[in-house]
Every structure is written in C-alpha cells, then in structure tokens.
C-alpha cells in the first residue's frame, strides 16, 4: 500500500541516484550488529582431595534428609491444596442446598399464604350466613322466638345440690 502522499516515488523513479542512496547503509537506523564474544576456553581441574568414607556417607545423610524434608513439604503442600479444593467443594455444595431450601421456603410461604386467603374467604360472616340458608336450611332468627332465661333460679339450685353433696361426703367419714 502506497502513500498517496508520497510524490517522490513518481517524481525519482527513473532516477538511479535515488535508488541507490535509499539503499544506504550509513543512514540506516537498524541497531548495530551484535558481535559475540569469542568462546571462553573451559579449564578441567583435578580433585586431587579424597573424601573419607565418614565424609561421604555424612554428605550422603544429607542429601538425604535434604530430599525428605523436600518430599514432606510437597506432600504438605498437595494435602493442604486438596482440603483447600475440598473446602471450596463443600461450600458449593451447602451453598446449592441453602439456596434450594430457600427456594422450597419460599414456595412453602406463597402456598401459606394463599391457603390463609382462601380459608378468610370461606370463614367470612356472609359465606357463613349463605351456607346456613342454602345448604342447611336455616332461617334467621325472629324477635319472637327468643326466650330468657333467669340464672338467679339455676344458681340457687346449684348452690344447694353442692351443699347436700358435701354433708353426704362428711357423713361417710
């Protein structure tokens, strides 16, 4: 894709100068070269020291105790991964749980809620009064047939079939 811009490539294209000077390296502004160094001579030194039998067998219990103390705490580190995995996995699961007996609690409530509505629908003093006349026959009552009763009478007899009762009770004794 070409600059529209950019005359200089109408302008200079049958020109060799120019051709050759975009080819210059002086002007370049590409990073110098990297040059590596020359490779360094490796120097083999002897051991001329011997190491005892006790040496090496303490280097050996080192070495050792080194990779147990190694593969303890990558075990460590495993264990403590999984019960962190199996934590996280619990609490997913107790969260799942709350929230499907939240759901069931909230069912529970609506259906409550609509039971206690229907049943102030049928307790109502007019359902009451229609059920009395249709299904049961009823008719409301007439001032004439109410009848009063005085209590006074009924006391009185009560009063004195206790008392006879309580002298009845003492003579047995």
């Known amino acids: 894709m070409t600059n529209t811009g950019d005359f200089r490539r109408y302008s200079f294209a049958g020109d060799t100068t120019y051709l050759i000077n975009s080819f210059d390296v002086s002007r370049s502004s590409a990073a110098p070269s990297y040059k590596p160094d020359t490779q360094r001579e ?3 030194r002897e051991n001329n020291k ?13 070495a050792f105790r080194k990779t147990f103390t190694i593969a303890v705490s990558a075990l ?6 999984f019960g962190v995995l199996h934590t996280y996995a619990k609490k997913n699961e107790l969260n799942h749980e709350i929230s499907s007996l939240e759901t069931k609690l909230t069912v529970a409530q609506s259906e409550n809620t609509r039971i206690n509505s229907e049943l102030n629908a049928l307790v109502s003093m007019s359902m009451i009064d229609k059920y009395a006349v249709e ?4 008719t409301k009552m007439q001032a004439s047939q ?3 009763i005085d209590v006074s009478q009924f006391k009185e007899e009560h009063k004195s079939a206790v008392q006879k009762l309580e002298e009845q009770a003492k003579a047995k004794k």
């Open 42 to 44: 490796l120097k083999v």
């Open 50 to 62: 011997r190491k005892s039998k006790n040496q090496l067998l303490q280097e050996q219990r080192f």
């Open 76 to 81: 460590l580190a495993v264990a403590m991964l």
């Open 135 to 138: 299904k049961l026959g009823m």
């Open 146 to 148: 109410i009848r009063y």
